[in-house]
């Protein structure tokens, strides 16, 4: 693994040296067989810099018939097997591990600098733990706090993954980004969902920036997951006790909840409402709950009561049963578009959260930054803070940010 220095793109001694490395062996220069590596030899410096100088043209000539590509590479099946499948497509594979920081920093390190050695990779290594905080750790407690419902992997993906690969494959200067995404473009170029349906990711994807998304190759968008571990496995991956994670990835085992107690956010506790006004119980802080919950609010009750709304003004939390928890309308904001989208009622799909199936719905330009959503038929806990991504067949068009629900 290589150091900071080396990983941001080595001087010029250190870049002769490995040339040297490299062409040495195979070079004759009129002392016979010359070793560039680390062996004493007998040729002065002088000759050395020049011999030096054409190993690095040889060099640079034949990697320029190269395709090259950043790949964000964790270790883990997805990015392995995508690996593998960038090799198979002529591609000079750079593998970067984004550091995060957190608990989990020297396991993740380690597991991509191992998987790496198998495919013959050198692993670069991008710090981005102060970025991670700003923009993905900030982001979850400010929303909590706002009594919002945030998705931190869609607002990572857009802030931190994608952003990060494009600075360095940028002062690499490689056009080319992958990642190991289930996720695809067609031939005609539009941003489509993955062949393999339960496991496409289009949802967490529509807030990264177009002109991103435009230099990415998504190896994984044709294929299945067992195809993945099949190709992960054929490379050296452990599939023994397999398990893909299901928590946010610095909660190292936390709730949120316990999470956000750890950096000093308990909540206030305030009253519980049914849709009447009328009291039925006390809530331990509107960061515990979310719109659509059922469980967990403590209230005896005749028939279950759900989440309806959450009141960050009056520190309240409205409560009803299931039938009241379906809107109709809602308004999203910063949108992010991937392609037009049909804002004078033609219809499109949009989708609330991950494991919502995108339903038939209208938009409505109310600003620059602001639409309004109509579903065609009301859709269960449309939730403030979640994002709203919209398809028309297969093809992401985009999304935005949920605001609220059923606006005037």
């Known amino acids: 693994m290589r150091a900071e220095k080396a990983r941001l793109g080595c001087g010029i001694c250190s870049r ?5 490395f490299y062409f040495g062996s195979a070079i004759k220069f009129g002392y016979g067989k010359l070793d560039f590596g680390y062996r004493k030899h007998k040729l002065n410096s002088c000759v050395q810099f020049i011999v030096a100088i054409f190993c690095q043209l040889m060099y640079a000539g034949a990697m320029s018939n190269k395709k090259r590509v950043i790949l964000g590479f964790s270790g883990g099946v997805d990015s392995a097997a995508a690996a593998v499948l960038l090799q198979r497509q002529g591609f000079q594979v750079l593998p970067v591990v984004l550091d995060m920081g957190g608990a989990g920093r020297d396991f993740l390190l380690d597991r991509a600098a191992k998987m790496a050695a ?3 990779l050198e692993l670069w290594v991008e ?6 905080s700003d923009q993905v750790v900030d982001y979850l407690l400010s929303s909590y706090r706002r009594a919002q419902t945030p998705n931190p992997c869609i607002r990572c993906n857009a802030a931190v993954k994608f952003a990060r690969l494009a600075a360095v494959a940028e002062r690499l200067g490689i056009e080319k980004i992958a990642t190991g995404h289930y996720f695809r473009r067609d031939d005609a170029g539009n941003y489509c969902q993955a062949v393999d349906s339960r496991k496409d990711q289009s949802y967490f994807l529509f807030a990264v920036a177009a002109d991103i998304l435009d230099r990415c190759l998504f190896p994984l968008g044709d294929i299945d997951k067992k195809a993945a571990q099949a190709l992960a496995a054929a490379a050296g991956y452990e599939l023994d006790n397999y398990q893909e994670s299901q928590e946010l990835c610095f ?3 936390e709730k949120y909840q316990e999470f956000m107690r750890s950096c000093g956010d308990v909540g206030a506790p305030g009253e519980i409402l049914d849709l009447q006004g009328k009291v039925v119980g006390e809530h331990s802080g509107l960061q515990n709950y979310t719109v659509g919950q059922r469980k967990g609010m403590g209230i005896a009750h005749p028939v279950p009561l759900y989440v309806v709304r ?3 003004k009056n520190n309240r ?10 809107s109709q309308k809602f308004k999203v904001s910063n949108i992010n578009r991937l392609a037009d989208l049909p804002v004078k009622g033609a219809e499109i799909c949009c989708q609330i959260r991950y494991n919502h199936r995108p339903a038939p719905a209208t938009l409505q330009v109310l600003a620059g930054d602001l639409l309004a959503v109509e579903f065609v038929t009301p859709q269960f806990a449309v939730t403030p803070g979640q994002g709203a991504a ?12 949920i605001k609220s629900a059923d606006p005037e």
Do not use: C, S, T
């Open 118 to 120: 198998r495919l013959g």
């Open 310 to 312: 959450l009141d960050y």
């Open 390 to 401: 919209f398809f028309k067949g297969e093809q992401l068009l985009g999304g935005g940010f």
């Open 127 to 132: 710090p981005v733990a102060a970025i991670f």
């Open 251 to 253: 909660l190292n085992g």
């Open 317 to 326: 939390l409205l409560v009803g049963e299931r039938d009241r928890v379906y």
């Open 16 to 20: 002769i040296r490995r040339l040297m």
